[in-house]
């Protein structure tokens, strides 16, 4: 449909170019550095600023508007019913994972990243064939394995990269709540790095080059849908690789994964749909700014009462923000139950085009 392809122009422009530039600049900058100051540090007092800035700029606000997202995907507006059910999944889902980081913070934080790296490369596979129209993600099984390979990057390359600034994130968000590493040390030796970098290539280079075989290639060269999604896992693997983790996993989750499901949001939305297909981008967000602003305001009241909870009192930006990456894994545990719903009905684990809404 015309309609169709105005509404993918538009989502092509504000929802992955952005990351493709924000992200691609940071990775030169991080080449350079390594050629000319290898020993050059960012305080981490600057890498805060994008996961700062994510409470109310698209990182925090993108899952704000999950109580009208079930209703929009069938086609029609969320009632209060609707919006209740949604609300009794966030009590319930994210309650209990956030009684279980009073309980036993080191498996917390475990599920913490088991749980992202799934959903971060489950939002990846909506991106690449709903908007970027990639033609060779054919069956449900290498669709899941894209997925697997595409949260690896995000969640496990640094682990290899900067061991001891993810053991630092680690023990930050762990103790907070008074717990400890204990096991899970294992992870930053010299062995448990190589077994994830081993998992992590294999993953990636397993879902490239099924990919790659099953892609329709023409006479001059690889397929376009295969080299956009090759290039986009060079990228993040340069960029995971070469920056600080801090500012990497905060200009991700803001410029990339936040924004590409922000983008699938605006297509279920009638008048922000239509805003896409006259090319008024601005408007579209405007309209997601005004629906996700009182939930997200919500979720900031529940930061404050988090830290009058928490054993360790926050006493500084580090600890401030490590615990608004607890609340973000409580709130994404109910979030993925949310938009496992929208892939079922959008049919992304089925065979066949996936489609805007």
Not at 296 to 301: D, I, K, N, R, W
Not at 335 to 343: A, R
């Amino acid at each position: 449909m015309m309609g169709d392809d105005a509404v993918r122009r538009s989502l092509v422009r504000l929802t992955l170019l952005p990351g493709w530039l924000v992200l691609g600049a940071v990775a030169t900058l991080g080449v350079l550095r390594a050629v000319v100051a290898p020993d050059l540090a960012l305080p981490r007092s600057y890498q805060f600023l994008p996961l700062v800035a994510s409470a109310v700029v698209l990182g925090l606000p993108h899952g704000a508007v999950d109580h009208l997202t079930p209703a929009r995907a069938r086609g029609r507006q969320a009632t209060l019913s609707d919006m209740s059910r949604v609300g009794l999944l966030y009590a319930a889902v994210g309650g209990l994972y956030a009684l279980l980081w009073f309980l036993a913070p080191a498996a917390a934080f475990v599920v913490f990243i088991l749980v992202t790296w799934l959903h971060w490369g489950q939002g990846e596979v909506h991106a690449l064939g709903a908007v970027a129209a990639v033609d060779h993600l054919r069956t449900p099984a290498q669709r899941a394995l894209t997925a697997l390979a595409r949260g690896t990057l995000p969640m496990l390359v640094p682990l290899v990269a900067f061991p001891g600034e993810y053991r630092f994130v680690a023990e930050s968000l762990i103790g907070l709540f008074g717990g400890s590493l204990g096991p899970l040390t294992v992870a930053f030796t010299t062995t448990g790095r190589a077994v994830v970098a081993a998992l992590v290539a294999g993953l990636l280079l397993s879902t490239l080059a099924v990919g790659y075989l099953r892609a329709d290639h023409g006479p001059d060269g690889p397929n376009r849908g295969w080299l956009l999604d090759a290039g986009e896992v060079g990228l993040l693997v340069a960029f995971f690789g070469l920056v600080e983790p801090i500012l990497a996993v905060g200009l991700y989750f803001t410029c990339w994964h936040a924004l590409r499901h922000v983008g699938r949001l605006l297509a279920l939305d009638p008048p922000a749909r239509d805003a896409l297909a006259a090319g008024d981008n601005a408007g579209a967000l405007a309209r997601f700014a005004r629906d996700a602003a009182p939930l997200t305001l919500a979720s900031l009241v529940l930061l404050g009462i988090l830290a009058a909870l928490v054993p360790a009192s926050p006493a500084g930006l580090a600890e401030l923000v490590g615990l608004y990456l607890v609340l973000i894994a409580a709130l994404t545990a109910p979030h993925v139950l949310v938009v496992t719903h929208l892939d079922r009905t959008q049919a992304v684990w089925t065979r066949g085009v996936m489609g805007l809404t």
